[in-house]
């Protein structure tokens, strides 16, 4: 085998957790310990040679990567302090940064030197957004009380459309389209790159979407959901207590964010009192506010998870770890924030309050490709080819 090595990789790497990666003298340890690994497909242990050797290729497309759910059993077996889950969690952010478009706000995610950029970016669009939009200014506390945020970036008497919710869906919709056209680029390239590494560029017959959806990709979601691989970790099962509660987290704000935009956009035009806030009383209110503590409580289990690892040496403090939690974070805390402000009247701290929500909400939705959220899409689409590779698709059962 001719091994060309790449150096910009192992730096890489190293800068977003690798850093023991040297460590490992392939005893095969980790592979033995992970509760994930088959003999069909063992990891971490061909993973951390192919890492030592530069072989950044062979690792971005390579599905195992993504089946990691850095549990940590194998850095608690490892005899030489190799850590392989959070090298494998580096080589994932890598990946995500490799297979993302466009490249230059890949690369901006990369380092926490541009941290300031990444919240400055959204803080500036939307703060020029609501200057042009001539709602800049703090309402009285009667009309506060009556039409909370939803005069954030002023008011029209145009029936099809409120003026802020048309601010809103620039900003959110611009970042979200980013985000979705980058993600199915990724994918694209993943999918394409997991096929040619077990040799399956060309197929006798593909699955359908309807098929593909059936056999390989709902089972995947079901799976997530249920925290099937999660529970199976041993060591640091603290994790789904934290992981699980932040996954219907979002699932109930997708909701409610699929129904505001349903009766602003659309029912708004035929009933414009639909414009205004949501009763607190509404069933999709309720939801989105157990939704949100959810959130908050899910993020701050696994923020004290990485807090109590990285001070026992199990894992390196890095950017790529922290900044999702932190961004998460903050979208609970200021959304939850803004509405207590409302119910108890201060507009003025309100505003910005609420201002600082739209940044954090629009940092989530922009930089889901590049961060450590993209595991959310990636991993769900290498357990879906995790199922296809088995699959007669692939492997003729006449020859089996």
Sequence with gaps: MNVQPDFDFIKAMKEAGGDTLKKCYQCATCSVA???????NPFPRKQMILAQWGMKDKLTND????????????TEMCPRGARPGEVLG???AYAYRSLAWPKALADLCSSAK??????????????????????????????FAKVGYTHFFG????????????????IMLTALGIA???????????WKGMEASIGQNEVAYRPSVPQFVKLFLWPSIVEILQHTRFKECTVNNDRVKGHQPLVFAFIGLFIVTCYSLFTQD??????PSMHGPISMWNPIKLLANVSAVAMIAGIGILWMNRTKMEAAGKATKTFYDWFLIWVIMGVGVTGLAAQLLRLVGIPSLGYVVYYLHLISVAMLFLYLPYTKFAHIVYRTFALAFERYRESSFIKNPLNQ
């Design 34 to 40: 992970c509760p994930l690994s088959t003999d069909t």
């Design 63 to 74: 599905s195992s990567i993504f089946l990691c759910h850095q549990c940590g059993d194998c």
């Design 90 to 92: 580096a080589i994932r």
């Design 114 to 143: 541009n941290l300031p950029m990444l919240i400055g970016i959204p803080a500036v669009v939307i703060f020029v957004l609501w200057l042009v939009s001539g709602g800049m200014h703090i309402p009285s506390g009667e009309q």
């Design 155 to 170: 008011h029209w008497d145009f029936r099809w459309l409120a003026k802020n919710v048309l601010f809103i869906d620039i």
């Design 180 to 190: 979705l056209t980058s993600v199915y680029k990724g994918i694209s390239r993943l």
């Design 266 to 271: 659309v029912l708004g035009i035929f009933i």
